[in-house]
């Protein structure tokens, strides 16, 4: 339990006095616990530190059987008067705002699974809710003030570029935006490149483990998520930085610009299969796979593009229930037996996200040799 609760300092207003319970620090877990049991906690007002001491704000003075349950659960304590400041008020939830503007029955519908591109929202709207998408733009807006944007999911992810619809709901009428993550900055155009801030973590875990003096292969980079971070991370590193899409490559080079990595990462338009033979034959000591719709079929080139003493693949796939893991491994075994190579080890095989009910993207590292 964290007893530093924030409060909020009413800019000079008398602040108001309360009567409160004094214990010393070391006992403030346990007295906290005791007053929510007797319904004493004043929740409204912060808990205050004197000294050694903390001041917890109760909601009245205690009555004696409450004095007599306190005696015998808490060592020390004394009862007083305080002044106490009003405690920040905790942040509107999308179902508090739309509370008196939805039916009441639709308010289990209401999504709460929300991603944020720079100032853009993106929310999938169920169909019971379609005659109300506006007034859940207009909620989202106001229970996240940063947002400029709100997007709904129009279509799934689709085609050669991964793109999907969208449809403005609240806010300005625009796709594109300035995301930062990890210390990096991506433009990038949601109508016309594949971004998905829900890979925050799996880009920052490949990238920590890029060691100095690396070649790097990012084979479907996108606007470059993994390729500038791992640029950023290391000193001495070469990524080349590979996708399909022309919109794509021309954010890709743009974040590499103005992340400053121009030296370390090569952007480069063109499938992958090309461009690995033409270019990048036994060059990589570690090859990334984040095309989870189609990565198996790109294996062997991920071989040719590994070094002959071998190195590090990082093979994606969308996969289901009843064993997503194994299954991701097996398959992977299975399609480098069409190889020259072989799997050495699997290194670690993890769940990156729910994409749909009992299927997650999955990712499995791979030693090669």
């Given at each position: 339990m964290n007893l530093n609760e924030p409060s909020l300092n009413t800019l000079g207003l008398k602040l108001p006095e309360a009567p409160s319970l004094r214990v010393p620090k070391a006992l403030g877990e346990k007295a906290i616990r005791l007053l929510r049991k007797l319904n004493l906690s004043n929740r409204e007002l912060g808990i205050q530190h004197v000294e050694d001491y903390l001041c917890i704000p109760l909601l009245s003075e205690p009555l004696p059987e409450d004095i007599k349950e306190m005696e015998r659960s808490i060592p020390?304590?004394?009862?007083?008067?305080?002044?106490?400041?009003?405690?920040?008020?905790?942040?509107?939830?999308?179902?508090?705002?739309?509370?008196?503007?939805?039916?009441?029955?639709?308010?289990?519908?209401?999504?709460?699974?929300?991603?944020?591109?720079?100032?853009?929202a993106i929310i999938e709207i169920p169909p019971e809710l379609e005659s109300h998408k506006e007034t859940i733009g207009e909620a989202v807006m106001k229970t996240h003030k940063r947002v400029g944007t709100v997007l709904a999911k129009s279509s799934a992810v689709e085609g050669v570029y991964r793109l999907r619809e969208f449809e403005v709901i609240a806010g300005v009428e625009k796709t594109e935006t300035v995301h930062r993550e990890h210390g990096c900055v991506y433009h990038v155009d949601l109508s016309k490149a594949y971004f998905s801030p829900r890979l925050s973590h799996e880009h920052d875990r490949v990238a920590s483990l890029v060691r100095e003096g690396e070649m790097v292969v990012d084979m479907f980079a996108g606007v470059g998520s993994f390729s500038i971070l791992i640029a950023k991370k290391r000193e001495n590193v070469r990524v080349h930085a590979i996708d399909v899409n022309p919109d794509a490559v021309d954010f890709l080079r743009r974040n590499v610009a103005v992340n400053r990595v121009e030296k370390k990462v090569v952007s480069i338009l063109g499938d992958a299969r090309r461009v690995v033979r033409e270019r990048l034959v036994k060059m990589a000591d570690r090859v990334i796979m984040n095309l989870p719709e189609r990565a198996i079929e790109y294996v062997d080139v991920a071989c040719e593009a590994i070094k002959p003493e071998g190195g590090i693949m990082h093979y994606y796939e969308f996969t289901s229930a009843p064993n997503p893991l194994e299954t991701a491994k097996v398959r992977l075994i299975e399609a480098m037996k069409r190889t020259n190579r072989k799997v050495k080890q699997v290194l670690l095989a993890r769940t990156v996200r729910a994409t749909a009910p009992f299927t997650w993207q999955v990712v499995v590292d791979a030693e090669i040799q």
């Open positions: 020390e304590f004394e009862i007083s008067a305080h002044k106490f400041s009003q405690r920040a008020k905790r942040p509107l939830k999308l179902v508090d705002i739309l509370g008196d503007k939805l039916p009441p029955h639709l308010l289990a519908s209401v999504p709460h699974a929300i991603d944020f591109v720079g100032d853009i």
